[in-house]
C-alpha cells in the first residue's frame, strides 16, 4: 500500500501524535524522516519509547527513505509519515512516491527577521514551504491543517493558489 497519511510536526513523534494521529491513519508503521534525529541516538532512543503499541517505527534519513521507497520495501505495509518540512515530501513526491494525504500540525514560529507567513494558529511557512506544498498537492495530495483530528479541518487553499 505504502504511504497513508503524512503529517508536518515540528516535534514529529509526541504525546497528541502517538495518541490520536497514529490510530487515526490506520498504518502498521510510523515513519519519521528527518536527518538529524535518524543520526541522534539518544534522540531516536527517545522516540522509539514513544511509538504506539502495535505499530512499527522507522527513523530514517530522506536518502534512506527515498531508497527504501524505490526499492518496494513498503509496498506491503500501511505508513504513516512524519517530517518537520514539506520540502522533504516534496522530495518524495518528485521521486515518485504517492502521498495520498498530507495533514500540517505544528510548525515553529517564525524568528525575528524571518520571512514566513501563517497558515493558521500553529503554522508558518516560507516561501520554499509554500511551493513545495503546491507540489504535493498538484501530485493529487489532499492537503489540511488540523491539530488534532477532533479540530475542525481547515483549507490552506488561498496559499496554495
Known sequence: MGIVLSRIDNRLLHGIVASQWAGRSGAQRIMIIDDTVATNELTKASMKMA???GMA???ITEEVALNNFKAGKYNDH???VIVKSPVTLSRLVDAGVEIPELVVGGTTKPEEGENRIKLYQRAYANDQEIEAYKRIRASGA????QYVPA??????DE???
Not at 489532499?142 to 491543517?145: D, G, Q, R, T, V
Not at 479540530?151 to 490552506?156: E, G, H, K, T
Request: net charge positive; glycine share 0%; aromatic share 14%.
Open 51 to 53: 511509538r504506539p503499541t
Open 57 to 59: 517505527i522507522s527513523i
Open 78 to 80: 500501511n505508513v504513516f
Open 142 to 145: 489532499k492537503l489540511y491543517a
Open 151 to 156: 479540530d475542525a479541518i481547515i483549507s490552506l
Open 159 to 161: 496559499f496554495l493558489r
